[in-house]
């Protein structure tokens, strides 16, 4: 056989494997899931700052195909960002805000999904007398009157989230109004930069436990007291309501998704299974998956 006949023969031996080859692309380019959809959803601080949510959301962005955009800001303020459309969806622990919230028709659910505790902590030399209490009032009352001594101060998030709403409920509960006073320090800021002013100042604040334990490694403040029923940190979801945005292009369907995923059994799983030192950060507690929609139909 010539070089020139075998030359023909690999020539058109290549071209026909090239056509072939081609298909199997285009085959393999059209199982893509494509762009995913965008999310955004506005969250207390605590799920940010404790490392929960690098464990929950990339497994969703995966399961969903949707990239979720996270406001982590105080509850209060995320349940704002709620009413004024800027989000589809919120992970809040600020209880009967949240009933509001849905009694105004802004939310169209409130689903618990999982809890933590508060502990109130401080430095170890503990200038107040606090440690192995079991009472959050009586805490509050001894750091006040060595607060007022001049031996230490309180450092208050003062944001409008779930943790401040919970510390101003036990000042009152104490019979005292801090507000004003110099041994209480406002600092404005999130759960994070809340501990970390508490511990350059040696002072006591009260933190959920989550983000204390993850920050601990940074931390010379201990946990004084802690196991009050006051101390109870219930986290909810709530999709937001559509119909107060009807000129908005909410994401309500991947808000739904989220909501699936958390109180279901995947979701479940991550938050029981997530910790740090040992501890369990968070508890699932969800009564069943749902979509926290309601009567909600998500054609409309």
């Known amino acids: 056989m010539s070089g020139g006949c075998m030359k023909k023969k690999t020539v058109v031996g290549i071209l026909l494997v090239a056509m072939l080859a081609v298909p199997v692309v285009m085959v393999g380019m059209g199982c893509g899931k494509g762009k995913p ?33 996270t406001l982590a800001v105080g509850s209060g303020e995320a349940m704002k960002i709620g009413e004024r459309g800027d989000a589809d969806v919120l992970m809040v622990h600020t209880p009967e805000a949240e009933q509001e919230f849905i009694k105004n028709g802004f939310g169209l659910e409130r689903v618990g999904f999982m809890y933590n505790d508060y502990v109130i902590v401080g430095p170890d030399a503990d200038p107040a007398g606090i440690k192995g209490g079991k009472s959050a009032v009586d805490a509050f009352k001894k750091i006040a009157a060595a607060g007022a001594a001049g031996a230490t101060v309180f450092v208050s998030r003062a944001d409008d989230s779930g943790t ?29 930069e809340t501990l970390t002013i508490t511990n350059q100042k040696q002072g006591y604040t009260i933190a959920d436990r989550a983000t204390y334990l993850a920050m601990k490694a940074n ?26 945005h009807k000129s908005l292009k909410l994401n309500t369907k ?18 029981g299974s ?3 030192y040992d501890v369990i950060l968070f508890h699932p507690n969800a009564k069943g998956e749902t979509r926290g929609m309601d009567d909600y139909k998500e054609s409309k």
């Open 254 to 271: 991947n808000a739904g998704d989220l909501v699936e995923f958390v109180t279901g059994k995947q979701g479940q799983d991550l938050i």
């Open 37 to 69: 959809s965008a999310l955004i959803m506005a969250t207390t601080t605590s799920t940010q700052d404790s490392g929960l949510l690098d464990v929950l959301l990339p497994e969703f962005e995966k399961k969903y195909n949707v990239k979720v955009k």
């Open 274 to 276: 997530y910790k740090k």
């Open 219 to 244: 931390l010379q403040l201990a946990i004084l007291v802690e196991g009050d029923k006051a101390l109870y940190n219930q986290y909810s979801a709530i999709v937001v309501n559509p119909a107060k």
């Open 164 to 192: 401040n709403t919970a510390e101003l409920k036990i000042w009152k509960e104490a019979g005292i109004s801090p507000k004003g006073q110099p041994w209480y320090v406002e600092t404005g800021q999130g759960m994070g």
